[in-house]
């Protein structure tokens, strides 16, 4: 059929199917089992973060992924809910309602209606270079801030005292010395219990699903013993039976209102997922279609969202426990969804008794691991600016909130892409010996330079934003070189365009150097630049014969004609722009 292979590009579930195998189901059904395990007690407890009942964590692993296994190009990223969206829901939609109230269980759901449209467009549009606002430096610091915020605001249930619902640490922080007296003894040594015992699981084998082990002991103790009636906080009743489809609830006033806690996990969320994706398929040797993969979280979201589910994305730990547990296609992450089915139909009875505090640090152990003190550590090495741009993002989204601090961040980014592109690298570049190679001569001292020859070269386009560090940089060269330099040579090879902008400073730049009586030749412009300049009449000014392949060439021609050109008298032109 013709159309075909596009229709496969849109829906990869049609070209992996044909060749799907009894190998490819044996790792399928290891992966999807080990994940969907995992994802019970994880989807409760980032319900619980994202201030739902517990069950809605479950729905929302359900419909999000089987979507996924079918529109994702990813074969092994493991959608559903995870902290860091979580806490944005609570961040954003708190703010319109009280949590845990009908409504606000009605707005987080349309959140994820939103969301999903927004990326559904966006992969339609080809926009997934959006993201590349959000540095990884950004991210990095808005992600580690996070987790510190979400590890915080889990205290309260970890150790069974009443705290502030805040998302400022500091104020969490001193809540708890406050109230340090009034922890819950037996809470506490559940909560702090879980923790070791998820740990200790994780070093012995991570693919272990931990958190369900800390689930079943939790309930066992809490049961056993009636610790409910000692002041063990409890889940309690949890609706069994599968989600049901509601269309009624989406309403386009509210999703005016959630506007800016959807456009947030929209970038988040693209990010945190498409991140594992690449990671996990350059690994597997395969690639991942950027705009697929918006179209495959956007589907995931609106068909969750129209049967009660929360936003979903990938998640970091269970893509790596998938990969690791023989993920080999989507039909993984449709089994997970079945196990999730089959939970919230026969199993939700059980967990009448899990304590609260086991959810908490299920949560805390998950958040902590995202605290990236590696990457603080590498641009302390390496990039001090992009380093300030992390602890920027760090220190607003602690002390600002969530959304303000994802806000600084995109701002931080876009102002440092800005300044980038004012002031782009340039070079005066040397010969390395008798050869034929010009290097920069701050990187290569050896570089021989001759005292009335400038060999200038400029890493980027020339346009409104950067002539005058091109004009002030070329500028400075020159002075150093004073009345001897006779010729100045542009390196144009790094030049990918020239707007009309450049053009008007480079007419300047030619009429300059020949009042001075300065020769200009333009070496390695590629086409397009060539061609612009051509047309603005600067070739004709300068002379056809004063452009060449490269640089070599341009100081062959100076050494055996320069003499005679310098004799001629030189006539800037005028021109009005």
């Known amino acids: ?13 049609l070209d992996w199917i044909q060749s799907y195998s009894k190998e490819h189901f044996k ?15 994880q989807g409760m407890a980032y319900a619980v973060l994202a201030g739902l009942p517990p069950v809605y964590g479950l729905y929302a692993s359900i419909v999000p992924l089987i979507l996924y296994g079918i529109f994702g190009s990813s074969r092994q990223l493991a959608v559903g809910p995870v902290a860091i969206v979580s806490l944005l829901v609570l961040a954003g939609v ?4 009280e949590v845990g109230s009908d409504r606000f269980i009605q707005l987080a759901i349309m959140t994820a209606f939103g969301v999903g449209l927004f990326q559904l467009l966006m992969g339609f549009m080809k926009m997934g270079f959006l993201v590349n606002f959000l540095s990884h430096p950004v991210l990095s610091g808005f992600i580690s801030a996070a987790a510190l915020i979400i590890a915080a605001s ?46 200790l699981v994780q070093k012995w084998k991570k693919t272990f699903p931990a958190a369900l082990v800390v689930v079943i002991i939790g309930i066992g103790i809490t049961a056993f013993w009636g610790l409910d009636a000692r002041g063990v906080s409890i889940v309690g009743d949890i609706p069994g039976g599968l989600p049901s489809f509601e269309l009624a609830n989406i309403h386009p006033g509210d999703l005016q209102l959630l506007l800016p806690v959807i456009l947030v996990i929209t970038l988040v969320s693209y990010m945190e997922s498409i991140a594992i994706a690449k990671v ?30 929360f936003p979903t994305t990938g998640g970091f730990s269970r893509s790596a426990v998938n990969d690791q547990s023989g993920a080999r296609t989507g039909m993984a992450s449709i089994i997970s969804a079945g196990i999730i089915a089959l939970t919230v139909l026969f199993l939700t009875p059980l967990f009448y008794y899990l304590p609260g505090a086991v959810l908490a640090a299920i949560i805390m152990v998950a958040v902590i691991g995202l605290f990236d003190l590696k990457a603080i550590i590498n641009l302390w090495k390496t990039d001090k600016k992009d380093l300030a741009m992390l602890l920027v993002t760090f220190f607003a989204t ?99 365009n020239i707007d009309s902008t450049g053009i008007h400073t480079m007419k300047e730049v030619v009429q300059d150097l020949g009042v001075r009586r300065i020769k200009f030749y333009i070496a390695g412009a ?22 060449f392949f490269d640089i070599s060439d341009a100081l062959a021609f100076y050494r055996q004609h320069g003499e005679e050109q310098m004799k001629r008298e030189f006539s800037p032109f005028q021109t009005n722009i």
């Open 1 to 13: 059929m013709p159309g075909q292979p596009k229709l496969k590009q849109f829906i990869p579930v």
């Open 27 to 41: 790792g399928d059904l290891n992966a999807g089992l080990t994940v969907g395990i995992m994802l019970i007690p």
């Open 94 to 97: 708190s703010e319109l309602a």
């Open 154 to 199: 889990q205290i309260r249930n970890l150790l069974g005292i009443d705290l502030p619902q805040t998302n400022q640490v500091h104020e969490i922080l001193i809540g708890v010395i406050q109230k340090i007296g009034e922890i819950e003894p037996v809470t506490a040594m559940i909560g702090m219990g879980s923790i070791a015992v998820i740990i």
């Open 280 to 309: 996990i398929a350059t690994r597997r040797g395969y690639k991942i279609d950027a705009d697929q993969e918006l179209i495959a979280l956007g589907a995931a979201n609106i068909g969750g969202s129209l049967f009660q589910s």
């Open 398 to 496: 602690l002390t600002l909130g969530i959304e303000e601090g994802i806000a600084v961040g995109v701002i931080i980014s876009l102002v440092a892409v800005i300044y980038s592109s004012t002031r782009p690298h340039s070079a005066e570049l040397g010969r390395l010996g008798k050869t034929q190679n010009f290097r920069n001569v701050n990187r290569y001292p050896e570089a021989d330079v001759d005292e009335d020859v400038l060999i200038f070269r400029f890493d980027s386009q020339l346009y409104f934003a950067n002539v005058e560090h091109f004009r002030e940089t070329l500028e400075e060269l020159i002075e150093k070189k004073k009345e001897k330099l006779n010729l100045v040579i542009l390196d144009a090879s790094a030049m990918t």
């Open 526 to 547: 590629i086409g397009p630049v060539r061609d612009k300049l051509k047309k603005s009449g600067i070739s004709d000014a300068m002379g056809e014969e004063n452009f």
